[in-house]
């Protein structure tokens, strides 16, 4: 369905899907990696806090307050930090900002797939470069020709949906053998269990680190998303966002994530309970005989020999068990599975139980 007053470049865009959102009463909602346990308490009394008569005024435009706390925290200078709304809002502005040279951008066949959209949207090449036969990132595959082809290389670490992840060493060496591009990480799940490349800034200026407050700190709803790098690579983000909207988080937002990075306790138990509870569910889905990747995310990628992924997926959701599949052919057999409370993979197990009994 088309209208006629749509432009040539919507008329042809394949927009992403997001996870269902239902609002169904007994769900286990398993399905689109948020956090099972609240903020930190330090959070919400913050952004109650914000909610005063100053929200009639427009907040900072820069959140320099914010910036100063996630540079203080991650060691960089507040000049090396960019905030916008959601990780989403940041990936966009870089395609724009520093990824469109009219040569293609890199990334693998399997993974995010906002990143093609964004290539579609602002009418980037693109090559999709095929993952190992287990699932895996080959780093030769984007270091075979000293730079000249491509426009960038974008790389979700972990990579979402299958959750492996890459050790800082290797992304060193993608940022060295590229020096002419510019190398996106993109870390939203970077805190379950791998290594961040934030400490290699300092030694490449190309390479440029996303990440989220939506999954390890449980602020999927309040939006929050940053990019540290070379100052130079922040400068053409701003410019960008201050060409698009000048505002891109709200008070609220302001308040409660820097409060999030004030409560450093609340954030590591957290996080370490999600990394016990996957662990936990990868050996129960083992023991009901599936394949499970080895993931250092919030999520795990599973398939059974015995049930197709659509079938399970489809009888899962019957028994009001929310899970996300992809209909693509190299993963079509997978389920993407959140790591949820306790209580939440009983249930799942145990419908899981039924569908291969």
Not at 170 to 177: E, G, P, Q, R, T
Not at 186 to 212: C, K, M, R, W
Not at 231 to 240: C, E, N, S, W, Y
């Amino acid at each position: 369905m088309t209208n006629p007053y749509w432009s040539p470049t919507i008329r042809e865009l394949a927009p992403y899907v997001p996870g269902e959102q239902p609002r169904l009463p007994d769900i286990v909602k398993l399905n689109t990696n948020e956090n099972p346990y609240p903020p930190s308490p330090q959070v919400l009394a913050a952004v109650r806090a914000a909610a005063d008569d100053n929200l009639r005024l427009y907040p900072p435009p820069e959140a320099d307050e914010l910036k100063a706390a996630i540079a203080a925290y991650h060691g960089v200078a507040a000049d090396q930090v960019f905030v916008g709304n959601g990780s989403d809002e940041v990936l966009a502005h870089a395609f724009l900002g520093l990824l469109d040279h009219g040569r293609p951008v890199w990334f693998p066949d399997i993974t995010y797939s906002f990143y093609p959209v964004y290539c579609r949207l602002y009418g980037i090449p693109w090559s999709e470069v095929p993952l190992t036969a287990d699932y895996a990132i080959d780093l030769a595959d984007y270091c075979g020709d000293g730079n000249g082809g491509t426009g960038g290389i974008v790389i979700a670490n972990p990579n979402a949906p299958t959750g492996r992840a890459l050790p800082r060493a290797d992304i060193a060496a993608l940022a060295a053998a590229n020096r002419d591009a510019v190398v996106l990480v993109d870390e939203a799940y970077v805190d379950f269990g791998a290594e961040s490349a934030v400490p290699l800034i300092a030694d490449h200026p190309n390479l440029l680190v996303v990440q989220t407050l939506s999954k390890s700190r449980a602020l999927a709803g309040l939006r929050l998303g940053f990019a540290i790098g070379d100052a130079g690579l922040i400068q053409a983000l701003d410019r960008v966002k201050n060409s698009f909207n000048s505002y891109p988080l709200d008070r609220l937002a302001i308040a409660g994530g820097i409060a999030a990075f004030a409560d450093e306790a609340w954030f590591q138990a957290q996080r370490q309970r999600i990394i016990a509870s996957r662990e936990a569910l990868v050996g129960a889905l083992a023991g009901l005989g599936f394949e499970v990747l080895p993931s250092a995310a919030n999520f795990v990628f599973a398939r059974h020999p015995r049930c197709g992924g659509r079938e399970l997926y489809e009888g899962l959701r019957r028994r009001a068990v929310l899970v996300r599949h992809f209909e693509k052919p190299r993963i079509a057999q997978f389920l993407r599975i959140t790591v949820g409370t306790e209580a939440q993979h009983q249930r799942l197990l145990a419908a899981l139980g039924e569908l291969l009994s």
